[in-house]
């Protein structure tokens, strides 16, 4: 087992599900102390005794600057400091744009965009030289899908924007990058087919672009983001690590 992470703090925004409770699952098997974050307190703590390792918890909506702002007194008084930061919470909406309210819109760019800058910005008082920054952005974000337009401008913006702080930070030693997945076996994923009258058929119509054919697994997915967080990934910052069997590349 590797042990990249002993001795290591670090805060997982939405580590209560998906690719960030996989991701705090991991980053406690190599040894560090995690801290997870998310909206729901009942799926915080029954992830945090999944996870294991004392791990800590707190609640917070990253779209509420507020809420942010007691996070992160929070992780002070409980971490100290902030080794890695993993921001995994996000919003997936998939509807067609006459549907689109601006309700709708800010649900979604609050948290995805809006949401993700305050929450690196709040934590860098406690990073340091060497620390290390990973947003997770989507393929959404390259490629064009219809009824995604609202999902797939905030992850652009997301990938622009972590290279914009990668360029910023990199004088202070601190590395910044993007891990992007393509369709996940997540609860988010599952919410956000909700509203199609066949889910299952849309799914599949997913894993048929795939060119492994297959949807990927919220532990793959946090392989890559543990690699970025990592000293294995020292001189690597600005870069998005697309994580989605083939789609983007293989098309």
């Not at 672009?209 to 294995?232: C, H, N, Y």
Request: charged share 20%.
């Amino acid at each position: 087992m590797k042990h990249r992470f002993n001795g290591k703090t670090v805060l997982v925004v939405g580590g209560n599900s998906g690719i960030g409770l996989a991701a705090a699952k991991a980053f406690v098997n190599e040894g560090a102390k995690v801290l997870i974050a998310g909206r729901d307190l009942n799926s915080l703590r029954s992830s945090a005794l999944e996870i294991g390792g004392d791990t800590l918890t707190s609640q917070v909506d990253i779209s509420n600057l507020k809420q942010i702002s007691t996070l992160f007194a929070h992780v002070d008084a409980s971490l100290g400091r902030i080794d890695v930061l993993f921001v995994s919470s996000g919003r997936c909406s998939f509807c067609p744009i006459e549907s689109v309210t601006e309700e709708d819109w800010h649900w979604v760019q609050d948290t995805n965009l809006k949401g993700v800058f305050f929450t690196v910005q709040a934590a860098l008082p406690l990073m340091s030289a060497s620390s290390s920054i990973v947003l997770t952005g989507s393929i959404a974000g390259r490629l064009a899908d219809p009824q995604a337009a609202v999902y797939a401008a905030s992850k652009a913006g997301l990938r622009s924007l972590s290279r914009s702080l990668a360029a910023e930070l990199v004088d202070r030693g601190i590395r910044v990058n993007i891990v992007s997945p393509g369709p996940t076996d997540t609860p988010a994923y599952a919410r956000s087919r909700r509203h199609e009258t066949t889910p299952a058929s849309i799914a599949q119509e997913e894993v048929e672009k795939i060119p492994m054919k297959r949807m990927g697994r919220p532990e793959e997915v946090a392989e890559a983001v543990l690699f970025l967080a990592s000293d294995d990934a020292s001189f690597i910052t600005g870069t998005e690590l697309i994580v989605d069997g083939g789609e983007v590349n293989l098309q």
